[in-house]
């Protein structure tokens, strides 16, 4: 472009000298048409311009691993007469994750249509946006051109990979194996009050035991009160894009929030009924999972919410707010280090935690009485399949 330019500047200087030297009347007509040819380009430009849109066409969701296709098209009601191409550049922003993705592209100009084609492999679930930045419209010649105003975007939810995960039950919820939805005395979501305690008695609900405190005392206790919210089980998602100062790996991320959304599948799948709680901006954000109609109709959702700005936000909420109280089983799935608070939980939760680093070669197993903690490595969690006792 530079060049072009250049060559611009002397030619015109050329042809100025030419006509001071010799006069002839020709050498001040060309040289006049030279330097006001770039302003006949621009303003030409700028008409052929209102009658030129662009469209961007792709899938409205994807899969992490998946090719996607994305297909800029520009139109003009008229035919096209100095305008010769169109510059961009091409944004993939990862919404959920905050990665973004540029690339430089150029469209060549046809008399009235032209398509271009965008091909990207998602390597991270999230919400997706495709933009366009520094779009310009240039003549025939590259020499001029004017910046094209372009604010339509394309929305796209790529959704994350299954990870091989299997339910065991343990010796506690085996009674239970071949029953109804488990863990679930429902009769409506206010998570307001705490239950109380009763002995067992000949004809109550075996449903309301709490397995793990009547395994500890000896004797079969009931939870009852006005506490009327709800599930025994919840699944708390703590992935934040950074763990106190320093930033998680993308990928670390992404097989978190995957990790999350198997296991949620996979507690369905067993039957059993529970809450998914995502920190969103100070409170929480619940999901009711009651069949797998409601994971499927809660996915997008979660992946908009699934990830957080820092890392154990969720778990002090939760703490906080007491909500230990009213579970009796929480899987807790987070990224990088376990936060310390972990170990500061109400006694009688029974607590799975599961972390994937990217720093570990091998499983590492932690059992703390009733509380299982475990971190997988990064680079094996497509591989390999995890069991989890429950």
């Not at 066409?57 to 009601?77: D, H, I, Y």
Request: proline letters at 2%; aromatic letters at 14%.
């Amino acid at each position: 472009m530079k060049n072009k330019y250049l060559s611009y500047g002397i030619i015109n200087f050329l042809v100025l000298v030419a006509y001071i030297y010799s006069t002839y009347f020709y050498f001040l007509i060309i040289w006049i048409i030279g330097i006001v040819f770039p302003f006949i380009l621009i303003t030409l430009l700028k008409l052929e311009l209102r009658y030129i849109q662009m469209d961007i066409q792709g899938p409205k969701q994807g899969k992490v691993g998946q090719s996607l296709s994305f297909t800029t098209e520009v139109k003009s009601r008229y035919r096209l007469l100095v305008s010769g191409r169109i510059d961009y550049v091409f944004v993939y922003k990862n919404m959920t994750l905050k990665n973004e993705l540029k690339r430089n592209i150029f469209i060549p100009l046809g008399i009235k249509t032209a398509r271009k084609n965008q091909e990207y492999t998602a390597t991270y679930c999230g919400n997706v946006m495709i933009s366009y930045e520094k779009v310009y419209l240039y003549d025939v010649f590259g020499f001029c051109r004017v910046p094209i105003s372009q604010t339509q975007k394309h929305h796209l939810v790529v959704y994350p990979g299954k990870v091989n995960i299997e339910l065991l039950y343990n010796e506690l919820s085996k009674p239970y194996e071949n029953g109804v939805l488990q863990y679930q005395y429902k009769k409506g979501p206010d998570m307001s009050e705490i239950y109380d305690l009763k002995t067992y008695y000949p004809g109550d609900d075996i449903r309301h035991v709490h397995w793990k405190l009547s395994a500890k005392t000896g004797q079969v206790l009931l939870k009852e009160g006005s506490h009327n919210s709800s599930f025994e089980t919840v699944l708390l998602v703590d992935i934040g894009l950074k763990d106190q100062m320093s930033e998680i790996d993308k990928h670390v991320l992404s097989k978190s929030l995957a990790f999350a959304m198997s296991m949620s599948e996979k507690l369905l799948l067993k039957n059993i009924g529970h809450y998914v709680a995502l920190y969103d901006q100070g409170s929480f954000y619940w999901l009711e999972m009651n069949s797998l109609q409601d994971y499927y109709q809660g996915m997008e959702n979660w992946i908009s919410k699934g990830i957080t700005s820092q890392g154990g936000d969720a778990l002090h909420l939760f703490a906080s707010e007491h909500l230990d109280l009213y579970f009796t089983k929480m899987i807790y799935v987070t990224a990088g280090d376990f936060n310390e608070e972990l170990s500061r939980l109400n006694d009688f939760l029974s607590i799975s935690a599961i972390t994937i680093k990217n720093d570990i070669q091998n499983v590492q197993t932690i059992k703390h009485f009733q509380n299982q903690l475990y971190e997988l490595p990064l680079d094996s969690i497509d591989q390999n399949m995890y069991h989890f006792e429950i």
